[in-house]
């Protein structure tokens, strides 16, 4: 069936250092979407990418859709104790519901 | 903004209760869905609904039931709570007709659920 792969599970930088994760679908899709999970806290939506190639920045954080719309990432620059948290990805499958990644959890060290 | 509001934010119950999860979004979403998020497994959807009275399966139907008698409020049900039922569960709204997978998902709080 289809899958949504992210990588990596986990990571750990000091801050000040970047971050990406990466996205990687089965299948093409229609559009991805981004959210972000802080511990104890729920899933917040951060970003829809629709269009082949497109990139799009929120301050320090810069998402990327490929050309084939198979895969996407998220990248963050100079990370701060604020971008703590799980990132998901996730797309619309052929069945009317969203196809989620497992997330990649940020741990950042003062 | 979008409020999504789950009825309570922990619930501990035991086996073989029934157990009722609401929940509630204020900006006249047609679509809610119930999810749960276990470590290590991510969010799994349970079921979803795209209209008042309509339901659908998502991937872990078995042992919850679901109603929407008002489009505002999207209730999960546990007809006899199991210990494999402890988990945190989230609600979800968004917009569109169809079950419109091109909208964002607002999420409410959670519950956390404990099955002893």
């Known amino acids: 069936g289809q899958q949504v792969m992210q990588i990596p599970q986990y990571q750990h930088v000091q801050e000040g250092e970047d971050f990406t994760t990466y996205c990687n679908s089965s299948?093409?899709?229609?559009?991805i979407q981004w959210y972000k999970q802080r511990p104890g806290g729920h899933p917040v939506f951060l970003i829809q990418?629709?269009?082949s190639g497109e990139v799009k920045k929120q301050k320090r954080l810069t998402f990327q859709f490929g050309e084939a719309k198979k895969n996407s990432s998220l990248h963050i620059t100079a990370t701060q104790t604020t971008d703590v948290g799980t990132y998901f990805c996730?797309?619309?499958?052929?069945?009317?519901?969203?196809?989620w990644g497992l997330g990649t959890s940020l741990a950042v060290n003062p | 903004d979008v409020k999504v509001t789950q009825s309570s934010r922990y619930l501990v119950k035991r086996t073989g209760e029934k157990v009722f999860l609401e929940c509630v979004q204020d900006?006249?979403?047609?679509?809610m869905f119930w999810y749960r998020q276990d470590p290590g497994l991510g969010l799994r959807l349970i079921y979803f609904s795209y209209d008042v009275k309509m339901k659908e399966k998502g991937d872990i139907p078995e042992g919850y039931s679901v109603s929407r008698e008002k489009k505002e409020r999207f209730s999960l049900i546990l007809e006899s709570a199991s210990t494999n039922q402890t988990s945190m569960y989230l609600c979800?709204?968004?917009f569109g007709q169809g079950a419109n997978l091109n909208s964002p998902l607002h999420f409410g709080n959670g519950t956390r659920l404990t099955v002893t």
């Open positions: 979800a709204s968004s």
């Open positions: 990418l629709v269009k």
């Open positions: 996730a797309g619309p499958g052929n069945n009317r519901k969203l196809i």
């Open positions: 299948t093409t899709l229609s559009n």
């Open positions: 900006m006249d979403h047609e679509n």
